[in-house]
């Protein structure tokens, strides 16, 4: 059994390429060594890798078949694939969905490539170290999880999972393939949906001289087409649609899109969708919507970072909406784009962040690791129609007594916003906000008792004033859409475990509390959005709505009726 067969990228998508997950030879490297020992060479000492393991998972989950959990300095894999002299004619690329952190190919015992950064996807042109018939295919990868200057997200820096850190992931976390294609070839696009004129803005970056052509469909039905003849480099197009399918909550209408380039055939889609952020609300194709978003983190028991399987994958966008949930901040984790796609086909809105936990925001040289490998999750996921905001940082807390770096923060909220300037940005989610740089102004507020959350909130429901907890660090001048973007994280469990403060005494106490604490955002007027704390357990932390092998612990039809209540910013 091969795990995670389908296609990693939906968005960009070719019929020619082989999945290389399932069993690869591997070996824990403790002393760093094993480059100096030559284990990439094909003639390795025989012993060098004495285990297996079951590629997309990590060295530290159940279904790897390793389940090692301690700290690995190094870890190595090996496999052989097979290609043809016809394969070679075009160019053969190695491509990873993510290693965590640093990984380094060879290719029949030469060195193929390097890349840094543990979330996003990358690949290596390999052709000229290819041969036709079996060729040799070895990764290392290294993880220090407490080097400052390296990102974790919510991985333990310690032995033992803690707090709020779980358990680590160390090498190859989501699928490897090798993709085939010709020479001439399409590099990129970028799609962008215009509802007001029921068109799409094509961006191509196209590599060679070739004639293209684009096909829109929408249910099988031709929507739009164009050719273009000997084009190369950066082409646009603008398409108008023949008929305009909204992408709203719970309807993704996706349009499919086909370009050909020359020889070379890239399949993707789009959702047509406008939104906005003004008057302190969040409007999607023109009419309010208040965003009611879960706090998911994307653990899983046996896989660690990585579903088990797609179906898992679409389960979770499942299980969320029948909490009354319509979307997601997708937490400390670049979230696999076979999610982001489920949340595409499922009209499921999310926000798109970085693991920056872990990295030293104190420090000025600490803008390096993050800006590469979060501009090129910004570059990867632009086109998804899901994502509604991005949120680079995370609570960006003093670190023995330093505070944060705010040229830091300030020049990745700047470079987010070139990069992508049709949605907002959140500088850092909860505190510490960089002056008045933010575009959404959030705050995180687990306070449990009802009576003292509805004075928290009162002058801000009252006057569209807010006096934060941690003013004077930050301020809110009433100027900006305002987001509780964490609150809840009641605990609710037989096991030992941990939730924000006093856990109810029985379930009606635990729903009533639940209920109090929502409706006080709700009925806000000045309120656009909150984020509940959080979808399901993750490892000791017990405040999920669902076990952590994702079991309701209530009916989720009174859940949804408690959070689906309509929120004041509706109320049009």
Same mark, same amino acid.
């Given at each position: 059994?091969?795990?995670?067969?389908?296609?990693? *990228?939906?968005?960009?998508?070719?019929?020619?390429?082989?999945?290389?997950?399932?069993?690869?030879?591997?070996? +824990?490297?403790?002393?760093?060594?094993?480059?100096?020992?030559?284990?990439?060479?094909?003639?390795?000492?025989?012993?060098?890798?004495?285990?297996? +393991?079951?590629?997309?998972?990590?060295?530290?989950?159940?279904?790897?078949?390793?389940?090692?959990?301690?700290?690995?300095?190094?870890?190595?894999?090996?496999?052989?694939?097979?290609?043809?002299?016809?394969?070679?004619?075009?160019?053969?690329?190695?491509?990873? &969905?993510?290693?965590?952190?640093?990984?380094?190919?060879?290719?029949? %015992?030469?060195?193929?490539?390097?890349?840094?950064?543990?979330?996003?996807?990358?690949?290596? !042109?390999?052709?000229?170290?290819?041969?036709? %018939?079996?060729?040799?295919?070895?990764?290392?990868?290294? !993880?220090?999880?407490?080097?400052?200057?390296?990102?974790?997200?919510?991985?333990?820096?310690?032995?033992?999972?803690?707090?709020?850190?779980?358990?680590?992931?160390?090498?190859?976390?989501?699928?490897?393939?090798?993709?085939?294609?010709?020479?001439?070839?399409?590099?990129?696009?970028?799609?962008?949906?215009?509802?007001?004129?029921?068109?799409?803005?094509?961006?191509?970056?196209?590599?060679?001289?070739?004639?293209?052509?684009?096909?829109?469909?929408?249910? %099988? *039905?031709?929507?739009?087409?164009?050719?273009?003849?000997?084009?190369?480099?950066?082409?646009?197009?603008?398409?108008?649609?023949?008929?305009?399918?909204?992408?709203?909550?719970?309807?993704?209408?996706?349009?499919?899109?086909?370009?050909?380039?020359?020889?070379?055939?890239?399949?993707?889609?789009?959702?047509?969708?406008? +939104?906005?952020?003004?008057?302190?609300?969040?409007?999607?194709?023109?009419?309010?919507?208040?965003?009611?978003?879960?706090?998911?983190?994307?653990?899983?028991?046996?896989?660690?970072?990585?579903?088990?399987?797609?179906?898992?994958?679409?389960?979770?966008?499942?299980?969320?909406?029948?909490?009354?949930?319509?979307?997601?901040?997708?937490?400390?984790?670049?979230?696999?784009?076979?999610?982001?796609?489920?949340?595409?086909?499922?009209?499921? +809105?999310?926000?798109?962040?970085?693991?920056?936990?872990?990295?030293?925001?104190?420090?000025?040289?600490?803008?390096?690791?993050?800006?590469?490998?979060?501009?090129?999750?910004?570059?990867?996921?632009?086109?998804?129609?899901?994502?509604?905001?991005?949120?680079?940082?995370?609570?960006?807390?003093?670190?023995?007594?330093?505070?944060?770096?705010?040229?830091?923060?300030?020049?990745?909220?700047?470079?987010?916003?070139?990069?992508?300037?049709?949605?907002?940005?959140?500088?850092?989610?909860?505190?510490?906000?960089? &002056?008045?740089?933010?575009?959404?102004?959030?705050?995180?507020?687990?306070?449990?008792?009802?009576?003292?959350?509805?004075?928290?909130? *009162?002058?801000?429901?009252?006057?569209?004033?807010?006096?934060?907890?941690?003013?004077?660090?930050?301020?809110?001048? %009433?100027?900006?859409?305002?987001?509780?973007?964490?609150?809840?994280?009641?605990?609710?469990?037989?096991?030992?475990?941990? &939730?924000?403060?006093?856990?109810?005494?029985?379930?009606?106490?635990?729903?009533?509390?639940?209920? &109090?604490?929502?409706?006080?955002?709700?009925?806000?007027?000045?309120?656009?959005?909150?984020?509940?704390?959080?979808?399901?357990?993750?490892?000791?932390?017990?405040?999920?709505?669902?076990?952590?092998? *994702?079991?309701?612990?209530?009916?989720?039809?009174?859940?949804?009726?408690?959070?689906?209540?309509?929120?004041?910013?509706?109320?049009?």
């Amino acid at each position: 059994m091969i795990y995670r067969t389908e296609h990693p *990228r939906p968005g960009f998508r070719r019929d020619n390429w082989e999945n290389l997950n399932g069993k690869w030879d591997f070996a +824990i490297d403790h002393g760093d060594s094993g480059e100096a020992r030559k284990w990439y060479a094909t003639d390795a000492p025989a012993d060098a890798f004495d285990k297996v +393991i079951e590629v997309p998972f990590c060295p530290e989950s159940r279904l790897s078949g390793v389940e090692y959990k301690d700290f690995m300095s190094a870890v190595w894999y090996r496999r052989t694939v097979t290609v043809t002299a016809e394969d070679l004619q075009g160019i053969v690329t190695l491509q990873f &969905g993510a290693v965590d952190w640093f990984c380094k190919v060879w290719v029949n %015992g030469e060195a193929a490539g390097e890349h840094a950064g543990g979330y996003v996807s990358f690949a290596f !042109d390999i052709t000229k170290y290819l041969k036709p %018939g079996e060729n040799l295919l070895v990764v290392r990868a290294r !993880d220090n999880t407490r080097n400052p200057m390296i990102p974790r997200g919510k991985q333990s820096e310690e032995f033992y999972s803690h707090g709020c850190d779980y358990t680590r992931t160390t090498g190859i976390w989501q699928t490897v393939w090798l993709e085939k294609k010709p020479k001439n070839y399409i590099d990129d696009i970028t799609l962008t949906p215009v509802v007001e004129t029921a068109s799409v803005m094509l961006r191509a970056i196209v590599c060679g001289q070739e004639n293209l052509s684009v096909t829109v469909k929408y249910d %099988g *039905r031709e929507m739009a087409c164009a050719a273009l003849q000997n084009v190369s480099g950066d082409v646009t197009l603008c398409l108008p649609l023949k008929e305009a399918h909204l992408w709203e909550i719970g309807a993704g209408r996706l349009y499919d899109v086909e370009l050909r380039y020359g020889d070379d055939v890239v399949n993707s889609y789009f959702g047509l969708r406008k +939104i906005e952020y003004r008057d302190k609300k969040f409007y999607l194709n023109g009419k309010s919507v208040y965003q009611r978003l879960v706090l998911d983190q994307g653990f899983y028991p046996d896989g660690v970072y990585t579903a088990p399987s797609d179906d898992e994958l679409l389960a979770d966008v499942k299980r969320s909406q029948a909490m009354g949930f319509n979307g997601a901040r997708l937490h400390e984790k670049v979230f696999e784009e076979r999610f982001l796609y489920h949340c595409d086909t499922e009209g499921y +809105i999310v926000w798109g962040e970085y693991p920056n936990w872990g990295l030293d925001h104190t420090r000025p040289e600490a803008v390096h690791p993050i800006l590469s490998e979060w501009l090129c999750e910004i570059k990867r996921d632009k086109n998804h129609p899901s994502i509604v905001g991005w949120c680079p940082y995370n609570e960006t807390w003093d670190k023995c007594g330093t505070r944060q770096c705010d040229d830091v923060l300030a020049s990745v909220f700047y470079a987010t916003k070139a990069a992508d300037p049709t949605r907002p940005c959140i500088d850092t989610s909860g505190n510490y906000h960089v &002056g008045q740089l933010t575009d959404i102004y959030d705050v995180h507020e687990y306070e449990q008792n009802v009576e003292k959350m509805t004075e928290i909130f *009162r002058e801000l429901a009252e006057c569209g004033a807010h006096k934060d907890k941690f003013a004077p660090r930050q301020n809110y001048l %009433g100027d900006k859409p305002f987001f509780v973007s964490e609150y809840g994280g009641i605990r609710w469990s037989n096991k030992d475990g941990w &939730g924000y403060g006093e856990a109810p005494k029985s379930e009606d106490e635990f729903l009533t509390r639940l209920e &109090g604490l929502t409706n006080v955002l709700l009925d806000n007027p000045n309120i656009f959005a909150y984020c509940y704390t959080q979808l399901t357990d993750v490892e000791q932390e017990q405040n999920g709505l669902y076990t952590y092998d *994702r079991k309701a612990k209530f009916p989720p039809e009174v859940i949804a009726k408690i959070l689906g209540k309509k929120a004041a910013v509706e109320k049009e």
